[in-house]
């Protein structure tokens, strides 16, 4: 018996060392990204008929704790092929989840990537999933699928089907500023057909407004185009634009044949009609001592958006011709500092030159406080904003206590009762645009 086990010991021995070199041809290798020219090889399968769910996990691990590189394990294939000489490593993020590239094993199993396209051996697929280099074999690999920034860069500028096909897809992958990129190409090819076209005004309605959008649409239409969708926006674009036009007109405006058209334009002084204290609730005052005035709140297109401003409509006063003047009051109490200013934007509408000026009531006894006017031009569109500013620490207001001379200062600023705009507009109707009403420094 000893004799026979002294025998069988060395044969099984030398059997066990024969399958452990033969059995089972290599898996991929995985090249760690945290330590370059690291390589790994996991030990041969345990049988070349092993299960594909124990073969090949679904996704890849990250670095162990002791930072040791993982291996990632795919059944089957042959030894790994080395990377080029002197090739940079390849790392970074996994991209998300429709930009990445999907290789597909013959056992269904996953890899998602970036699938790299300078591969000196063709017999490997290689994909860098985002922690490192996965090289496959290929008969190993059933499909790629490319993500979008693969198709992105392959496609050509000039192939009119290929670039359509894939800006639907971009389109039913909610990527529609790639979609744009990509029809933008095709509508300027001979042979782009109207479907395609109607597509790019939506894209241009979406992606860059209903302005650049509503010229496309019109287009789209004349050349036969009957989507309800796309002649349902375009009813909806064309039904805006006339109200928007009436609008301008009814302000005695041009609009014109661009988006700018009909504007007002901020002086050198301002760069923008900024929202203020017109917001706000500003009422006629009594025909006792004001003409006629009617303040209205309404909102002008503008290249920078929708602004509003206050429109102020004068008129003579209807009996008592000595009234030279017109006020609008805010009856809301301010609380001032000392030196601070008044500024506004005023554009004249009407014919002729007027002059605005400006009044508090202020403290226990609303005393009242006028300042000086300053000339609002007429100019030949009436659109021309001018800044006027007010200075409240100044002493050159009329009040009772100076018999209406231009020396007094206003007292109890932080006690402001009321605040009125006066429009010396004499015996002539006028209209003016005032906007930025704004209180700017102090003590």
């Given at each position: 018996?000893r004799?026979?086990?002294?025998i069988?010991?060395p044969?099984l021995?030398t059997?066990?060392?024969?399958?452990?070199?033969?059995?089972g041809?290599?898996?991929?290798?995985?090249?760690h990204?945290?330590?370059?020219?690291?390589?790994r090889?996991?030990?041969?399968?345990?049988?070349?008929?092993?299960?594909?769910?124990t073969?090949?996990p679904?996704?890849?691990?990250?670095?162990a704790?002791t930072g040791?590189?993982?291996?990632a394990?795919?059944?089957?294939?042959s030894?790994a092929?080395?990377?080029a000489?002197?090739?940079?490593?390849?790392?970074?993020?996994?991209?998300?989840a429709?930009?990445?590239d999907?290789?597909?094993?013959?056992?269904?199993?996953?890899?998602?990537?970036?699938?790299?396209?300078d591969?000196?051996?063709?017999?490997?697929?290689?994909?860098?999933t985002?922690?490192?280099?996965?090289?496959?074999?290929?008969?190993?690999?059933?499909?790629?699928e490319?993500?979008?920034t693969?198709r992105?860069?392959?496609v050509?500028a000039?192939?009119?089907?290929?670039?359509?096909d894939?800006?639907?897809?971009?389109?039913?992958?909610a990527r529609?500023?790639?979609?744009?990129?990509?029809?933008t190409?095709?509508?300027?090819l001979?042979?782009?057909?109207?479907?395609?076209?109607?597509?790019?005004?939506?894209?241009?309605?979406?992606?860059?407004?209903a302005d650049?959008?509503?010229?496309?649409?019109?287009?789209?239409?004349?050349?036969?185009?009957?989507?309800?969708?796309?002649?349902?926006?375009l009813?909806?674009?064309e039904?805006?634009?006339?109200?928007?036009?009436?609008?301008?007109?009814?302000?005695?405006?041009?609009?014109?044949?661009t988006?700018a058209?009909?504007a007002p334009?901020?002086?050198?002084?301002?760069?923008?009609?900024?929202?203020?204290?017109?917001?706000?609730?500003w009422?006629?005052?009594?025909l006792?001592?004001?003409?006629?005035?009617?303040?209205?709140?309404?909102?002008?297109?503008?290249p920078?958006?929708?602004?509003?401003v206050?429109?102020v409509?004068?008129?003579p006063?209807?009996?008592?011709?000595?009234?030279?003047?017109?006020?609008?009051v805010?009856?809301?109490?301010?609380?001032?500092?000392?030196g601070?200013?008044?500024?506004?934007?005023v554009?004249n509408?009407?014919?002729?030159d007027?002059?605005?000026g400006?009044?508090?009531?202020?403290?226990?006894?609303?005393?009242?406080?006028?300042?000086?006017?300053?000339?609002?031009?007429?100019?030949?569109?009436?659109?021309?904003f001018?800044?006027?500013?007010?200075?409240?620490g100044?002493?050159?207001?009329?009040?009772?206590?100076?018999g209406?001379?231009h020396?007094?200062?206003?007292a109890?600023?932080?006690?402001?009762?009321?605040?009125?705009?006066?429009?010396?507009?004499g015996?002539?109707?006028?209209?003016?645009?005032?906007?930025?009403?704004?209180f700017e420094?102090?003590?």
């Amino acid at each position: 018996m000893r004799i026979a086990y002294t025998i069988l010991v060395p044969l099984l021995s030398t059997a066990l060392s024969q399958a452990a070199e033969h059995g089972g041809s290599p898996k991929p290798r995985f090249d760690h990204t945290t330590q370059p020219g690291l390589r790994r090889t996991e030990p041969n399968a345990p049988s070349s008929t092993a299960s594909p769910s124990t073969a090949v996990p679904r996704t890849l691990r990250s670095p162990a704790p002791t930072g040791q590189p993982t291996t990632a394990q795919a059944n089957g294939g042959s030894p790994a092929a080395p990377p080029a000489p002197g090739s940079p490593a390849r790392t970074g993020p996994a991209p998300a989840a429709i930009e990445h590239d999907t290789v597909i094993l013959t056992n269904e199993q996953h890899f998602l990537g970036t699938v790299l396209s300078d591969q000196p051996d063709p017999a490997w697929v290689a994909i860098n999933t985002g922690s490192g280099v996965l090289r496959i074999a290929r008969d190993r690999v059933a499909r790629v699928e490319y993500g979008l920034t693969a198709r992105m860069g392959k496609v050509k500028a000039d192939d009119l089907a290929a670039l359509v096909d894939l800006a639907m897809w971009c389109r039913a992958n909610a990527r529609n500023p790639q979609a744009l990129e990509l029809l933008t190409k095709a509508v300027a090819l001979a042979g782009c057909d109207l479907k395609t076209r109607g597509l790019y005004a939506q894209l241009v309605d979406e992606q860059e407004g209903a302005d650049k959008a509503l010229p496309l649409y019109i287009a789209y239409r004349n050349a036969g185009g009957t989507e309800p969708e796309i002649i349902a926006r375009l009813s909806e674009l064309e039904t805006a634009r006339t109200a928007w036009e009436e609008q301008m007109r009814a302000l005695g405006l041009d609009p014109g044949a661009t988006a700018a058209a009909g504007a007002p334009m901020a002086a050198a002084t301002s760069s923008a009609v900024e929202e203020g204290y017109e917001k706000y609730k500003w009422d006629s005052d009594s025909l006792d001592w004001s003409s006629p005035a009617k303040p209205t709140l309404i909102t002008l297109v503008t290249p920078e958006g929708p602004r509003r401003v206050m429109q102020v409509d004068v008129e003579p006063h209807p009996s008592k011709p000595n009234v030279d003047k017109a006020a609008i009051v805010l009856r809301r109490p301010l609380v001032l500092r000392s030196g601070a200013k008044l500024t506004m934007l005023v554009a004249n509408r009407g014919t002729s030159d007027l002059r605005l000026g400006i009044a508090v009531k202020s403290g226990a006894e609303w005393t009242y406080y006028e300042s000086k006017p300053q000339s609002v031009t007429a100019t030949q569109s009436g659109q021309e904003f001018t800044q006027l500013s007010f200075d409240l620490g100044a002493s050159d207001f009329k009040a009772q206590a100076t018999g209406w001379a231009h020396s007094a200062r206003i007292a109890n600023l932080e006690q402001v009762r009321e605040l009125q705009i006066l429009l010396h507009n004499g015996p002539k109707s006028g209209s003016v645009w005032i906007a930025g009403i704004a209180f700017e420094g102090g003590e």
